[in-house]
């Protein structure tokens, strides 16, 4: 945000009086006349930065997920329906660990989900967030939304490259078996698909970036798997996962596919680890959820 702010007079950063814990401290002090905090109110932030964007502004609106969830009737209302050009920056997206129970950021994706004028990115590591960050801001015309995670950048095979805007695709593309997730689970995603290497199990992996909307090229690339695995660090109601099954009914997909979200519960607090652990979202979960398929099926 600084950089971009250096070089562009219209960028400006709101915050709800979250600026130290949404990375905003620096942005605060070198460009205090284009930062905004408009204290514990989310709702007014939304619609503040939908007031700066009708006037030709580029705000940025940085707010933890499970506080998003206040604000939903102003971006539906306010920002969509007005299609105007409001980016926010969803940060602690998915499990949060210590924060606690109601911090878990696990229902972000279903609420934007349903908000037409929308395009969310959930990039995996901070060379996606960059473009992503870049993106929504010059390239997306109306609401855009960039999710990441609590902590730092997870294991990155060495043989993937940059991120695509889009998605990706990590493996063999004419094998059988194909394992689809987004943000971090990424990095999850391609340690089980070195141990399924290891039992002879061989996947490919297809990583979102842009999860909404979904590319029709994904979807047509993941229709040619005889078994689709999606893993999803949220909700499952409303989620990626049921979108994207609801494309693949749409192609020639005749394979068998299968869903590990989180069901119609709260997370407790626990650590990072422990709660994908738990969620077998995690590597471990993965292999034991594919392997434990394939038998069923065979």
Same mark, same amino acid.
């Given at each position: 945000m600084c950089e971009l702010a250096e070089d562009d007079k219209k960028i400006c950063a709101i915050t709800a009086a979250m600026s130290g814990g949404t990375g905003l401290t620096e942005f605060s002090k070198l460009y205090k006349e284009r930062f905004f905090d408009v204290g514990i109110a989310e709702e007014? +932030?939304? #619609?503040? $930065?939908?007031?700066?964007? *009708?006037?030709?502004?580029?705000p940025v609106f940085a707010v933890y997920s499970t506080f998003l969830q206040r604000a /939903?009737?102003?971006?539906?209302?306010?920002?969509?329906? $007005?299609? &105007?050009?409001?980016?926010?920056?969803?940060?602690?997206?998915?499990? @949060?660990?210590d924060d606690g129970e109601t911090h878990q950021g696990v229902f972000d994706v279903s609420i934007l989900n349903t908000i037409p004028n929308t395009t969310i990115f959930s990039p995996a590591y901070f060379d996606g967030m960059r473009k992503s960050l870049s993106t929504a801001i010059y390239i997306c015309?109306?609401? +855009? @939304?960039?999710?990441?995670?609590?902590?730092?950048?997870?294991? %990155?095979p060495d043989d993937f490259g940059e991120e695509n805007l889009s998605y990706d695709v990590y493996g063999n593309p004419n094998c059988k078996n194909l394992l689809i997730t987004y943000g971090?689970?990424? =990095?999850?995603?391609? %340690? *089980?698909?070195?141990?399924? +290497?290891?039992? $002879?199990?061989?996947?490919?992996?297809?990583?979102l970036c842009r999860i909404k909307p979904i590319d029709e090229n *994904?979807?047509?690339?993941?229709? +040619?798997?005889?078994?689709?695995?999606?893993?999803?660090?949220?909700?499952?109601?409303g989620g990626i996962a049921r979108n994207f !099954?609801? &494309?693949?009914?749409? #192609? =020639?997909?005749?394979?068998? /596919?299968?869903?590990? *979200?989180?069901?119609?519960k709260f997370v407790k607090q626990? =650590? @990072? !680890?422990?709660?994908?652990?738990e969620l077998k979202l995690d590597d471990d979960g993965m292999v034991n959820t594919i392997t434990k398929n394939l038998k069923e099926k065979n």
């Open positions: 007014h +932030a939304v #619609t503040f $930065g939908c007031g700066l964007a *009708a006037k030709g502004m580029r /939903y009737d102003q971006l539906l209302h306010d920002a969509a329906l $007005g299609k &105007l050009h409001l980016v926010i920056g969803v940060d602690r997206s998915g499990i @949060v660990g015309d109306s609401l +855009a @939304v960039v999710r990441y995670p609590r902590g730092g950048e997870l294991y %990155k971090r689970l990424f =990095s999850y995603a391609c %340690k *089980a698909k070195e141990t399924l +290497a290891k039992q $002879g199990i061989e996947i490919c992996i297809l990583k *994904a979807v047509d690339f993941a229709a +040619a798997f005889e078994n689709v695995w999606f893993f999803e660090e949220g909700i499952k109601n !099954s609801d &494309l693949l009914c749409c #192609t =020639s997909f005749c394979g068998d /596919y299968h869903i590990k *979200a989180i069901n119609d626990m =650590s @990072v !680890s422990e709660a994908l652990h």
